[in-house]
T-cell receptor, first 119, second 114 residues
């Protein structure tokens, strides 16, 4: 069975602080994809990053960075110098590659981490 | 970039009412999804349509009835709902190419069942 755990329910930081959102996953598949989505107050989930299980290189995009460690089944997300606009709920998700031929995406989501950045 | 529009944004209904949620995508995608988002629970996949054919039904009660008349439109018909059905209902779309595809979400319909 696939499972994604985001143990941090809510994190509060002050602007300019760095913050890391944890994501731990469980899967028996050897090949899979991991995702992060951001849900601002407006409601729609916005895609942030996709990572293939064979690619363990860390990725940086501006103030965002992701640390993928297959050995610990973790895919953590760090925001550097946080800003008020980063306030949102962040979801980590897992997609088994075995579903490749079904013709659609079957994501398993975590429960999300609410990030509050205050001025 | 959203490209996925949901109406209405908010809906309050009684348990005996019948209502419908609407979703429209302008991205040329072939797969459309309904998700349910409840507090402190992971997003729950309800239904998936791929090329207008329903390909997934995650043990959703029959009081929820989806409809996909074409690849751009998706409906969720609601009838005789229960208070525990109160949640944010999210529509999403993707290209029908499998597990590496990213989903594009609408802003959701916040449903309250009284």
């Amino acid at each position: 069975a696939q499972k994604v755990t985001q143990a941090q329910t809510e994190i509060s930081v002050v602007e300019k602080e760095d913050v890391t959102l944890d994501c731990v996953y469980e899967t028996r598949d050897t090949t899979y994809y991991l995702f992060w989505y951001k849900q601002p107050p407006s409601g729609e989930l916005v895609f942030l990053i996709r990572r293939n299980s064979f690619d363990e290189q860390n990725e940086i995009s501006g103030r965002y960075s992701w640390n993928f460690q297959k050995s610990t089944s973790s895919f953590n997300f760090t925001i550097t110098a946080s800003q008020v606009v980063d306030s949102a709920v962040y979801f980590c998700a897992l997609s088994p590659v075995g579903e490749e031929n079904t013709g659609f995406q079957k994501l398993v989501f975590g429960t999300g981490t609410r990030l509050l950045v205050s001025p | 970039e959203t490209g996925v529009t949901q109406t209405p944004r908010h809906l309050v209904m009684g348990m005996t009412n019948k209502k419908s949620l609407k979703c429209e995508q302008h991205l040329g995608h072939n797969a459309m999804y309904w998700y349910k988002q409840s507090a402190k629970k992971p997003l729950e996949l309800m239904f998936v349509y791929s090329l207008e054919e329903r390909v997934e039904n995650n043990s959703v009660p029959s009081r929820f009835s989806p409809e996909c008349p074409n690849s751009s439109h998706l409906f969720l018909h609601l009838h005789t709902l229960q208070p525990e059905d109160s949640a944010l209902y999210l529509c999403a779309s993707s290209q029908s190419r499998g597990s590496n595809e990213k989903l594009f979400f609408g802003s959701g319909t916040q449903l309250s069942v009284l």
